[in-house]
T-cell receptor, first 114, second 112 residues
Framework: DTGVSQNPRHKITKRGQNVTFRCDPISEHNRLYWYRQTLGQGPEFLTYFQNEAQLEKSRLLSDRFSAERPKGSFSTLEIQRTEQGDSAMYLC????????????FGPGTRLTVL | GENVEQHPSTLSVQEGDSAVIKCTYSDSASNYFPWYKQELGKRPQLIIDIRSNVGEKKDQRIAVTLNKTAKHFSLHITETQPEDSAVYFCAATNRQGGKLIFGQGTELSVKP
């Protein structure tokens, strides 16, 4: 499968626990994006990287959220001290900036915080 | 701030009819407008996009129009089929490779 992949696909955790998600972009895509989607809503931007550099973070991204892309390939999104309001689908997308912003999405990680 | 409004939130049509979904954006610097289709439990999939230097783009039964002066763009699906049933999202961005601002989505139901 040469598309964007995300792991795990589902995560159930208790409030207060830390969780980490992984995204593997399409090979050679230099941009990687994280979005969050709640039921009945469009995806909301969280942050994005060009290669290793984190270029923008949303005001939605509290200090409990951190994202990395250490080698410019896969990325991780960590949520510390999870809250019930963090329950959502976390979507990753990637693009090749030379091709005008066509972003391709992964299947998402569905987080449920009990 | 940046905002994209999408209407209607739900749309029901008979198979073979046309469907139109409309979006407006607030940032006049927006210059790229993709449309995504999301089936239940699946990832958003890009179906068509348009850049600010053109007013219309067509791909088989799907077309998108852009009115930069009014800051709105629309998705047109002709000869709808039951497999077109899904949630459709419009989006906008104001720079190459930047974040997408999404509309709230339109749930399209095509009845056979």
């Amino acid at each position: 499968d040469t598309g964007v992949s995300q792991n795990p696909r589902h995560k159930i955790t208790k409030r207060g626990q830390n969780v980490t998600f992984r995204c593997d972009p399409i090979s050679e895509h230099n941009r990687l994006y994280w979005y969050r989607q709640t039921l009945g809503q469009g995806p909301e931007f969280l942050t994005y990287f060009q290669n290793e550099a984190q270029l923008e973070k949303s005001r939605l991204l509290s200090d409990r959220f951190s994202a990395e892309r250490p080698k410019g390939s896969f990325s991780t999104l960590e949520i510390q001290r999870t809250e019930q309001g963090d329950s959502a689908m976390y979507l990753c997308a990637s693009s090749l900036v030379e091709i005008y912003n066509e972003q391709f999405f992964g299947p998402g990680t569905r987080l449920t915080v009990l | 701030g940046e905002n994209v409004e999408q209407h209607p939130s739900t749309l029901s049509v008979q198979e073979g009819d046309s469907a139109v979904i409309k979006c407006t954006y607030s940032d006049s610097a927006s210059n790229y407008f993709p449309w995504y289709k999301q089936e239940l439990g699946k990832r958003p999939q890009l179906i068509i996009d348009i850049r600010s230097n053109v007013g219309e783009k067509k791909d088989q039964r799907i077309a998108v129009t852009l009115n930069k002066t009014a800051k709105h763009f629309s998705l047109h699906i002709t000869e709808t089929q039951p497999e077109d049933s899904a949630v459709y999202f419009c989006a906008a961005t104001n720079r190459q490779g930047g974040k997408l601002i999404f509309g709230q989505g339109t749930e399209l139901s095509v009845k056979p």
